[in-house]
């Protein structure tokens, strides 16, 4: 990668391939600098440890899904859409639940990611705050299964069933039993 392209985002979708090949053990930010064609050093303008990378990867990987999906008004088409966007990202990036899991926000990124959370949630006709709830809910869900499918037991588990299908069919009774409009707090 000729230095005078290396951004930020550049060097996060190269760390996201890097995942792919050698799993989260195998990046280091000397390996990724390598990869792109700088030394290590260079890559501390971008970020200042591993974990600002994970973090940075984990941002673009979430951005990721809400730029996948097409505007939607009726709170429960957007829900099922994040979260069919979640699955598929998520089941495309290995180690996906070890880096959510081991991965430290800071404060900057966390309400830049909540503050664009909020926003794609806005024009939904439900109350916001309900909205924020059932997203952090759908994602949690999504992740869960996401690490199903990840483990080193899936092949067993998909001997039994079809984690994709159990999982759509999960987010669609979440979806389906969510019921906002009965909560005194909003």
């Known amino acids: 990668m000729d230095e005078q392209v290396l951004s930020r985002e550049a060097i996060v979708t190269e760390a996201r ?15 990724l600098a390598a990869r792109v064609g700088v ?3 260079s890559l501390y303008w971008y ?28 709170w429960r088409d957007w829900m099922r859409a994040f979260g069919q966007a979640l699955l598929r990202t998520q089941a495309e990036t290995p180690d996906f639940g070890r880096l959510t899991t081991t ?36 994602q949690a869900l999504i992740t869960g299964w996401s690490d199903f499918a990840h483990a080193p037991y899936a092949g067993l588990l998909r001997r039994e069933i079809d984690l994709e299908d159990v999982a759509l069919r999960s987010l669609d009774a979440l979806i389906a039993g969510w019921s906002w409009e009965e909560q005194k707090s909003w």
């Open 17 to 31: 391939a890097m995942l792919g090949e050698v799993g989260l053990n195998g990046i280091s930010l000397r390996k």
């Open 103 to 138: 991965t430290a926000l800071t404060e900057a990124c966390f309400s830049q990611t909540m503050a664009r959370i909020r926003e794609k949630l806005s024009g939904l006709d439900m109350p916001l705050d309900a909205a924020v709830e059932l997203q952090s809910a759908v």
């Open 39 to 41: 030394r290590a050093p």
């Open 47 to 74: 970020f200042k440890d591993k974990n600002a990378l994970l973090e940075g990867m984990l941002e673009q990987i979430f951005n990721s899904c809400l730029d996948a999906m097409a505007e939607h008004r009726h």
